[in-house]
C-alpha cells in the first residue's frame, strides 16, 4: 500500500475536499489501485523514448496580440456570491 | 565573531508590455476601473479554454537572446496548483520543467569589479489578481484586472554576495528589459517585481545555510535595506548558536523590518502537472532568427560605444544611456552641432535637473534635439553667454520657444563688441576711482570685481573673456 490514510487527508486538504471518515478507506484503495496501474507503465522500457507532455499533435497554437472589448462588469459579476461597488467580495484572507 | 558569507539569488517577475493578456484578449492597460478587463477566461469560468499570446514567447525569446540563454526547442506550460481567492481557477498557469530559457548571464559592476550572474532560467506565467484587505470587517476584495497578465519569471543563480550586488543585478536587468520594450520597468506599479531568496554561512564552508525568502520588496531602496536587515538577521541567528527557520518573509517598509508570513505548511505543496489545455510550443531557428532581427543595441554596447565614439568618460556614458530615449536624444543631439561632451553636460545637469523637478521623461520634455542644439550653437559661435543661456532654457522649456528667438527678442546676444565693451569699462572706472587706485597700487584682485561691474552695468551680456583683457589692457596702460 503506498497511499496511506494520512496522504488521502494531506491531499484532501490541499483540494479543500471534505471528506466523511467513511469515504477514507474507499479513497485509500482507488488512490492504490492507480498507482498500481503506473507502476505497470513503470516496468516498461522507456529507454530513449521522449516524454510525453501532451496528447495531442499539434504544436504552436497561438493567437495575435490583439486586445478586443472584454465583458461587461455585470456579467462577471453575475456568478459571484458578493460582488460591491466593483470588485468581488470574499471572507479575508491573510498573507 | 566568525566571518559570514551572503549567498543571495533572485526571482524577478516583470510585466510585460503587451497589448493583451497571455491567454485571453483582454486589454492589459494598468489603472482602469476593477473587474473590466475579465472575461470567461482570465476569471476562471468552467468549460473555457486559454490560447496564447504570440507577443509573449516573442518577449521571453528576446530577453533570453539578450542574457545568452538558450532557448529551449519545445517549451511547455504547467499547472501550480494552490488556493488564493485572487486565482480564479485554483491554479496558475507557469512553467515547470520546460521553461522557454535557460542558462543565461547578466554582467553587473559593483565597486569597480566586474562580475557574471548566472541566470537558471526565464519562463513565461500569468500574473494574479489583486486582493485589497478591508481595515475594519473581515472581509478582502478581489480586482482581476491583473489577472491573465504575461510575467516572466527570471531566475539567476545564487551568485549574488550582497546586498548591492543584488541591486546592481536588479538595475542592470530593469535596464535592459526596458531597452527591449518588453517590461516598462515601474517598480510602484508592481510591473518589475523581485523576490530574494537570502542565505548566510560561515566563510569557507561548502554547504549554503538555511534559506530564507523575502518578498514584497518594491523600490530598489526596500529591496537594498530588506536584504541587509535579513542578513543581520540570520548572522545574529547563527552567532548565538541558533538556527534560522526555513520560511517566507514579508518587508515592512513602514516598520523596517521583515515579518514571516503566516501560511499554512502544506501552501508549498503545488503538485504541478504539464497543462493539459495548451499545446507544447516548439521554437524554430527561424523564430529566433526573427527575433535575433529585432534585438536593439543593449546598454553595455551602447555604453562602450558612446566612450569610444564620442570620447565621453564613464560617468557621462552611464548617465546618458539610463534609457534608450535619452541616448537616442543625446546621439541626435550631436548629429545637429558635433560637440558632444558639450551636448552631454548640458543634458547631464540642465535638461535632467528639469525632468527630475517634472517628474516626466526625456520624451515629455517639450523640446526636441534641434533646440537644444540650436542653444548649444549659440553659446559655441559666443552670441551667448554660458550664465545667460541657462536663463534662455528655462524661457525655453516654459514655452517650448527656440533660444534664437528668445534671444533675440530680449535683446540677450553676449556683447562682443569692443567699442561698445570699453565704453562700459570706462563708465566703471570713472564711478570707482579708489578701486582702481588700489589695482594699480598691486591689488590685482581686484580684477574681478571690476568684471563683475561690468556685467552688471551689461546686464550679463558682456562677453566675459573678452572683458576680463579689456579692463586688463585699460587699467595696465
Known amino acids: 500500500m503506498k497511499i496511506t490514510e494520512a496522504d488521502v487527508r ?22 492504490n489501485s492507480i498507482l498500481d496501474h503506473m507502476d505497470m507503465l513503470s516496468a516498461l522500457d522507456t529507454q530513449g523514448l521522449e516524454s510525453t507532455v501532451h496528447t495531442g499533435s499539434i504544436t504552436n497554437s497561438l493567437r495575435d496580440d490583439e486586445a478586443r472589448i472584454s465583458q461587461s462588469r455585470e456579467q462577471a459579476m453575475a456568478n459571484a456570491p458578493e460582488f460591491m461597488n466593483g470588485v468581488f467580495v470574499v471572507p479575508k484572507v491573510l498573507e | 565573531m566568525r566571518d559570514f558569507e551572503v ?11 503587451t497589448q493583451s493578456k497571455i491567454f485571453c484578449s483582454c486589454s492589459t492597460v494598468f489603472g482602469l476601473e476593477p473587474n473590466t478587463n475579465t472575461c470567461e477566461v482570465c476569471l476562471g469560468m468552467p468549460g473555457v479554454l486559454p490560447v496564447l499570446n504570440r507577443a509573449v514567447v516573442d518577449c521571453g525569446i528576446k530577453l533570453g537572446l539578450a542574457t545568452g540563454c538558450s532557448v529551449e526547442p519545445v517549451t511547455v506550460f504547467a499547472r501550480k496548483n494552490y488556493f488564493y481567492p485572487d486565482l480564479p481557477k485554483g491554479y496558475q498557469i507557469t512553467q515547470y520543467d520546460h521553461p522557454l ?19 537558471v532560467r526565464i519562463h513565461m506565467e500569468e500574473d494574479a489578481g489583486k486582493t485589497i484587505h478591508d481595515e475594519d470587517k473581515p472581509l478582502s476584495f478581489i480586482d482581476f484586472n491583473r489577472a491573465g497578465v504575461p510575467l516572466l519569471e527570471i531566475v539567476s543563480r ?48 561548502q554547504v549554503l545555510g538555511i534559506r530564507t525568502e523575502l518578498k514584497n520588496m518594491n523600490s530598489f531602496r526596500n529591496v537594498h535595506k530588506a536584504l541587509d536587515y535579513e542578513v543581520r538577521r540570520q548572522i545574529e541567528l547563527l552567532a548565538k548558536g541558533d538556527t534560522v527557520v526555513q520560511e517566507t518573509r514579508l518587508w515592512n517598509a513602514a516598520l523596517n523590518e521583515s515579518q514571516p508570513m503566516r501560511s499554512k505548511e502544506e501552501s508549498h505543496d503545488y503538485r504541478y502537472f504539464p497543462e493539459p489545455d ?23 554596447d551602447k555604453r562602450a ?35 558632444p561632451k558639450d551636448i552631454s553636460n548640458w543634458i547631464m545637469t540642465e535638461v535632467l535637473h528639469v525632468l527630475k523637478v517634472r517628474g516626466k521623461g526625456i520624451g515629455q ?30 524661457e525655453m522649456v516654459a514655452s517650448g520657444r527656440d533660444a534664437h528667438s528668445i534671444v533675440s527678442e530680449k535683446g540677450l546676444e553676449q556683447l562682443s563688441d569692443k567699442e561698445r565693451i570699453r565704453e562700459a569699462i ?17 591689488k590685482t584682485q581686484l580684477l574681478g570685481f571690476f568684471v563683475g561691474q561690468v556685467m552688471k552695468a551689461t546686464r550679463g551680456k558682456a562677453n566675459p573673456n573678452l572683458t576680463n583683457t579689456l579692463i586688463r589692457e585699460m587699467l595696465d596702460s
Not at chain 2, 530559457?101 to 541566470?119: A, P
Not at chain 2, 538595475?171 to 508592481?190: P, T
Not at chain 2, 517639450?366 to 532654457?393: D, W
Open chain 1, 10 to 31: 494531506h491531499v484532501a486538504g490541499l483540494a479543500r475536499l471534505t471528506l466523511g471518515e467513511a469515504e477514507i478507506p474507499r479513497f485509500i484503495r482507488e488512490l
Open chain 2, 7 to 17: 549567498v543571495i539569488g533572485l526571482e524577478v517577475h516583470a510585466q510585460l508590455r
Open chain 2, 101 to 119: 530559457c535557460s542558462n543565461g548571464h547578466l554582467d553587473i559592476e559593483v565597486g569597480g569589479e566586474k562580475k557574471r550572474i548566472g541566470i
Open chain 2, 158 to 205: 545564487p551568485d549574488l554576495r550582497s546586498s548591492s550586488e543584488a541591486v546592481e543585478y536588479l538595475k542592470v536587468l530593469r535596464l535592459l528589459l526596458m531597452y527591449l520594450e518588453i517590461c516598462d520597468g515601474n517598480m510602484e506599479e508592481g510591473s518589475f517585481r523581485c523576490d530574494a531568496n537570502v542565505s548566510v554561512k560561515p566563510v569557507g564552508q
Open chain 2, 278 to 300: 495548451l499545446v507544447p510550443v516548439v521554437v524554430d531557428e527561424a523564430w529566433i532568427d526573427e527575433i535575433r532581427a529585432t534585438l536593439p543595441e543593449l546598454p553595455s
Open chain 2, 305 to 339: 560605444r558612446f566612450a569610444t565614439t564620442y570620447g565621453l568618460p564613464s560617468y557621462d556614458t552611464e548617465v546618458l544611456t539610463q534609457s534608450r530615449a535619452l541616448a537616442d536624444f543625446f546621439e541626435q543631439c550631436v548629429e545637429i552641432l558635433d560637440s
Open chain 2, 365 to 394: 520634455l517639450g523640446l526636441g534635439p534641434p533646440e537644444i542644439a540650436g542653444l548649444l550653437a549659440l553659446i559655441r559661435e559666443g552670441t551667448l553667454s554660458g550664465t545667460l543661456a541657462k536663463e534662455v532654457f528655462s
Open chain 2, 426 to 442: 570706462e563708465v566703471v572706472l570713472n564711478e570707482h576711482p579708489k578701486e582702481v587706485a588700489r589695482y594699480r597700487g598691486g
